[in-house]
């Protein structure tokens, strides 16, 4: 049988499985909700705003007094969207983390490890179908919410080759950032011999990731890890502050999603806080390197599985 067929199978049962999971479906949902969500609070804010504006043209003109420009005269088109990089940050994250953590213990607490390398399977094959499963998940969730925020778009602003072009490679640069968290969980699962131990340890890792990396790495900003636009501010700009900050930046995984995904779209004045402006193409490698890196922790962690002990599962 020839190796790609085997890991197919692996991936095709754990695709399965993995449907029926109401935690992944549940979070899966609050992804697309979100993704709905995410242009219509963009676009709202926007009417908010320019209704205040007109109201205050308004009086500015009865007083004679000079009316200032419009605040959306020069906000990028695809502005409307800047909270979908938060919620991929978030929601997004947490979605690849159980379902890298779920397809890798499904097979463990069902007691089926022993019985699958008992049988002339490798381990390479059973790794390459657990990631073609989380690959191809992964790149459906996406492809529907790209779906979702280029209609969005469309109905809110307008829709061009070259804003779609942006979206698209906006989304591509999500799935490497997601890919790696769902290898981190996969890496988690096969790693320990606790289910517990199996989510939170990931987790933790999300949470240093997340939000300590950026508010170390971004201390001149503090407030800036959740939001997608910077404060106006020099109050923190220290010598101190800017060391920590050229230290920790370069290993903060989310900050360079974040600017990558920032200047993609067109937006200034957002997420970004190095002191130095890294070009595109370094925030992308970081992002190839950080997959690659969790790919290779998953490939480490199923070399030393012990396959007769794989199910003592707790």
């Keep these: 049988m020839h190796v790609n067929s085997k890991a197919i199978k692996i991936a095709k049962k754990d ?21 709905t969500a995410s242009t219509y609070i963009g676009w ?16 500015l003109i009865k007083e004679g007094k000079t009316v200032p420009a419009s605040p959306f005269s020069l906000i990028p088109a695809l502005d409307i969207m800047k909270n979908m990089i938060i919620y991929v940050v978030l929601i997004g994250a947490l979605l690849s983390i159980v379902l890298g953590y779920t397809i890798a213990i499904n097979d463990r ?5 022993r019985l699958l390398f008992s049988r002339p399977f490798s381990k390479k094959n059973f790794l390459f179908g657990k990631i073609c499963a989380v690959s191809i998940l992964l790149f459906f969730a996406l492809i529907a919410s790209l779906v979702i925020s ?20 906006f989304y591509g ?9 769902a290898c981190l969980g996969l890496f988690f699962g096969l790693k320990t011999d606790n289910s517990t131990k199996a989510i939170v340890l990931p987790l933790l890792f999300w949470i240093v990731i997340t939000f ?24 923190l700009e220290s010598p101190v502050l800017q060391t920590i900050h050229s230290v920790i930046y370069p290993f903060s995984i989310s900050e360079h999603y974040k ?9 200034t004045n957002t997420t970004g806080t190095s002191i130095i402006v890294y070009p595109q193409e370094i925030h992308l490698f970081i992002l190839f390197v950080w ?24």
């Design 15 to 35: 695709l399965r499985l993995l449907v029926k999971e109401r935690t992944f479906i549940l979070i899966l949902l609050i992804f697309f909700l979100m993704s």
């Design 44 to 59: 709202s804010s926007q009417q908010t705003i320019q209704q205040v504006y007109e109201a205050t043209s308004q009086e």
């Design 109 to 113: 607490k069902a007691g089926a490890t």
């Design 150 to 169: 280029t209609i969005s778009v469309a109905l809110f602003h307008s829709i061009s080759l070259q804003l779609f072009f942006s979206i698209l490679i």
């Design 173 to 181: 640069a999500s799935f490497l950032y997601l890919a790696g968290f």
């Design 212 to 235: 300590m990396f950026p508010e170390l790495g971004s201390a001149l900003y503090p407030t800036s890890s959740l939001n997608p636009v910077l404060p106006t501010t020099t109050v």
């Design 259 to 267: 600017d990558f995904s920032a200047t993609t779209l067109g937006l």
């Design 291 to 314: 997959l690659f890196l969790a790919v290779g922790l998953s490939y480490y962690a199923l070399k030393k599985f012990d396959a007769a002990q794989g199910d003592n599962y707790e």
